[in-house]
């Protein structure tokens, strides 16, 4: 079984680097103190889920992203090759049928 909070604590890191932000500013964004971003980012304090909330809306990321790096990009691009691709080719497969 994967380790869920180790991918959590390392995708925060991730996102707050590629933010440009530093732990003090993410705890501000994120209604916490700097030693709870600390804590988190080095895998000793757990988060609640309203902390992971908070951490994510601090980021101006999906809370998804934290447990699976970029998941809520991929799901948008799934659905506009759902929507762009596969919308013409039943609709051409309708026009021949009926």
Do not use: W
Not at 15 to 28: C, M, P, T, V
Not at 52 to 59: F, Q, R, W
């Amino acid at each position: 079984m994967e380790d869920f909070f180790e991918i959590f604590r390392m995708n925060v890191k991730f996102y707050r680097e590629k933010a440009g932000l530093s732990q003090s500013q993410l705890a501000i964004g994120a209604d916490c103190t700097n030693g709870m971003i600390g804590q988190i980012e080095a895998g000793i304090s757990k988060p609640s889920f309203d902390r992971v909330i908070a951490i994510a809306k601090a980021l101006h990321i999906h809370p998804a992203d934290l447990f699976l790096r970029n998941a809520s990009v991929t799901v948008t691009h799934t659905k506009s090759i759902l929507k762009n691709e596969l919308l013409s080719q039943i609709e051409e497969f309708i026009d021949k049928q009926f």
